[in-house]
């Protein structure tokens, strides 16, 4: 299983580096891709472009996925029971005031977020900072990853620039998806999803 992990995790990552670069210099902000490991988000690419503010953060890099918005798209998309038992009897710590800190709160986001398609942050990390996230899915139609660019707030302001970053996350995901054998052609959303794959709907049926 580990093997097996760690042979995916290469090729997720090889298949991930020139979508991000891509994305990092259409955008100019800085493009990052992470899996969820038990509770938190490991970072496995960074891209930056030519710009005077670039992310810190580095490979190998962990944040709490309750917090961090790559970790909350992931959870989005997952089974609410499952997301249920792999906090159970945790405390949820809390980075900014914007942090979920019990389920219930946790569980809001994540209906949010998945209604969203997306995973916005605002501050809710780093003061000054924005962000966004989008999931990518696998074969099997479940969240294995997740992508997000971030920069200054200004970088995200005006709902122009809202509009480009989020039409760009979401062909880079959907690509970067298909590409592991994921069928799907638009990213779920609550309200408005298109119809799950048999696979999935036999699995959470069974």
């Known amino acids: 299983g580990l093997a097996a992990q760690s042979f995916f995790s290469e090729d997720l990552v090889q298949i991930s580096v020139p979508v991000l670069t891509r994305l990092a210099d259409t955008l100019r902000l800085s493009a990052h891709l992470g899996v969820l490991d038990n509770l938190e988000v490991v970072y496995l690419v960074r891209r930056v472009p030519n710009h005077v503010y670039a992310s810190n953060i580095r490979v190998g890099s962990r944040l709490p996925a ?30 900014t005031p914007h ?25 809710n990390f780093e003061a000054g900072i ?65 119809a799950k794959t048999a696979r999935r709907r036999a699995r959470e049926t069974a």
Do not use: C, Y
């Not at 970053?165 to 998806?177: D, G, H, L, P, Q």
């Open 99 to 123: 942090t979920a800190v019990t389920l219930t709160q946790l569980h809001t986001q994540l209906a949010s977020d998945r209604a969203a398609g997306l995973a916005w942050s605002d501050g």
């Open 130 to 194: 924005s962000s966004v996230a989008a999931p990518i899915f696998d074969a099997t139609d479940m969240p294995v990853a997740a992508l997000n660019v971030s920069g200054h707030a200004a970088d995200f302001a005006g709902p122009a620039r809202r509009s480009l970053i989020s039409n760009n996350m979401k062909e880079a995901a959907i690509e970067i998806s298909q590409r592991l054998g994921w069928l799907g052609t638009q990213l779920p959303v609550e309200g408005g999803a298109p």
């Open 66 to 95: 309750h917090a961090a918005n790559m970790g909350r798209i992931i959870l989005a998309h997952m089974p609410p029971d499952r997301v249920d038992r792999l906090f159970s009897g945790t405390v949820l710590r809390r980075v």
